[in-house]
């Protein structure tokens, strides 16, 4: 950490005035998030007298904005890589209706909401949430066709669950971001953020959804999204889409292999299995997160191509797949350097400790200033990945253990949820889509983000308290 110029009020306004530059390039000059953070950075950097030029070893400029860059991409740009290319196989496949149809089927007319939800729940493990919620339009307007009443019934819970897990569960790239910067454990995260997604979403999308579709009326869109499944044999024969059982245990088997690995981790650390088990060690090294993802989409490929596509095909899919998220990954690892120069300047430091001085435990603090720079500049994503940022030398002088760890990136991921408005490209997504005005979508989508993002907070508080 470099010894900070400034005073605490002067690194305060520094950052006011970082996040103040960085909504105006996003939002009024238009310019992309990722050259805006970049810029950012840089300017931040210079600004609270971070040096041009130290003696070797010690922190500079240049040096603090590649390895804080370099630090959140390492991770994440697996993680995401081969989450969109498992999210890809499935949608194309027609995996993903499947999924949907199966479950309305199941649960009847009347818990056609839940059922949709419960759908993306499951498929929003590995797919982001913008790519997910287009896979799922032409389910949604199928549904809500047949059974009528406003689109929101079936509209809401079902981005919901999407938004959700993309706040909160691994492999997506702020929580992935969020849990390395703090140096948490992904597996335990994995694991414990599966119910805190579920309950927060029945609280703050289902609940939330039902009660805007019985008072909001939104007309179902006439077009509808072409199939699900494109694949075409060489007479022009649609291809057989894979059973509901093949779907769920392609969506399982990263959840499986990582909480082996877990569960191996807890034992050795008691001192159940010895530290020296070589078999153990093995069996971890498939649970880790980045190997669980690719024995998935491996396993996805080789059993869902017979039948289906070709190998050449599938390279084909998967590629197709990279292109969308480039920019993702490349903002997440901005966000990184962003709040790696933060952390470096000391203001990271001064923000938290503020904070502190009006007596706030550390999760809220997290919740706050996540909530802040969410309102700030609309990316969940960055918001998630800079708090972390600011937040991290407090986190790990602390000495917390995985599960504490796990609830603050939680609360950190509540706060990047709250009060999406119109500088977010999600409000835009779902308001075109649904086919809302403005003034609807604030009325509906800020509504369910807000209160999704105080569930998810309520709950990390909860497992706060009793962890």
């Keep these: 950490m470099i010894e900070p110029a400034y005073s605490t009020g002067v690194?305060?306004?520094?950052?006011?005035?970082?996040?103040?530059?960085?909504l105006v390039m996003i939002m009024k000059l238009k310019i992309h998030a990722f050259v805006a953070l970049l810029f950012v950075s840089l300017v931040t950097a210079v600004a609270a007298?971070?040096?041009?030029?130290a003696p070797e070893g010690e922190p500079t400029i240049g040096s603090v904005l590649t390895t804080g860059f370099a630090g959140v991409l390492g991770s994440v740009a697996l993680l995401v890589g081969l989450g969109v290319m498992l999210g890809r196989m499935l949608e194309v496949t027609g995996g993903a209706q499947i999924l949907a149809d199966t479950l309305v089927s199941r649960f009847g007319e009347k818990r056609a909401p839940l059922a949709l939800g419960i759908a993306a729940l499951l498929f929003g493990f590995p797919i982001f949430f913008d790519a997910g919620l287009v896979i799922f339009l032409p389910i949604v307007f199928t549904v809500a066709r047949r059974f009528g009443g406003s689109l929101l019934l079936y509209g809401i819970p079902t981005a919901a669950a999407f938004a959700a897990m993309h706040a909160i569960m691994v492999p997506h790239p702020g929580p992935v971001a969020a849990v390395e910067i703090l140096k948490g454990e992904l597996g335990t995260t994995l694991l414990v953020g599966?119910?805190?997604?579920?309950?927060?979403?029945?609280?703050?999308?289902y609940f939330i959804g039902q009660w805007q579709g019985k008072r909001i009326h939104?007309?179902?869109p006439e077009a509808i999204m072409g199939e699900m499944n494109d694949l075409k044999g060489p007479n022009g024969e649609k291809m057989p889409a894979p059973s509901f059982t093949h779907v769920l245990l392609v969506l399982l088997l990263p959840l499986i292999l990582i909480s082996g690995n877990t569960v191996l981790s807890t034992l050795i650390s008691a001192g159940t299995i010895p530290k020296d088990a070589e078999w153990a060690r093995y069996i971890m090294l498939l649970g880790m997160t980045p190997i669980a993802l690719l024995i998935t989409v491996l396993f996805?490929?080789?059993?869902?191509?017979?039948?289906?596509?070709?190998l050449e095909t599938g390279q084909k899919i998967m590629d197709s797949a990279l292109g969308p998220v480039c920019g993702v990954i490349l903002i997440t690892g901005a966000g990184g350097m962003f709040g790696a120069v933060l952390r470096a300047s000391g203001i990271g430091g001064a923000l938290t400790g503020s904070l502190s001085g009006l007596g706030l435990p550390l999760i809220v603090q997290a919740f706050l200033v996540s909530a802040a720079l969410r309102v700030a500049q609309g990316s969940a994503t960055v918001a998630l990945t800079t708090t972390a940022g600011l937040i991290a030398a407090d986190v790990?002088?602390?000495?917390?253990?995985?599960?504490?760890?796990?609830?603050i990136v939680f609360a950190i991921a509540?706060?990047?949820?709250?009060?999406?408005?119109?500088?977010?490209?999600?409000?835009?997504?779902?308001?075109?889509?649904?086919?809302?005005?403005?003034?609807?979508?604030?009325r509906t989508w800020t509504v369910m983000e807000t209160t999704l993002g105080v569930a998810i907070f309520a709950l990390s508080y909860v497992l706060w308290l009793v962890a």
């Design 11 to 22: 690194l305060l306004l520094i950052a006011v005035g970082a996040i103040a530059l960085l």
């Design 49 to 53: 007298g971070i040096p041009v030029y």
């Design 194 to 205: 599966i119910p805190v997604a579920v309950l927060s979403w029945v609280i703050g999308g």
């Design 218 to 220: 939104v007309d179902i």
């Design 300 to 310: 996805a490929l080789f059993t869902l191509a017979p039948g289906r596509f070709t």
């Design 396 to 407: 790990i002088a602390a000495d917390l253990s995985n599960i504490h760890i796990a609830a």
């Design 414 to 442: 509540g706060g990047a949820t709250v009060l999406s408005h119109v500088n977010d490209s999600g409000f835009w997504l779902v308001g075109k889509f649904f086919q809302m005005d403005v003034k609807t979508t604030l």
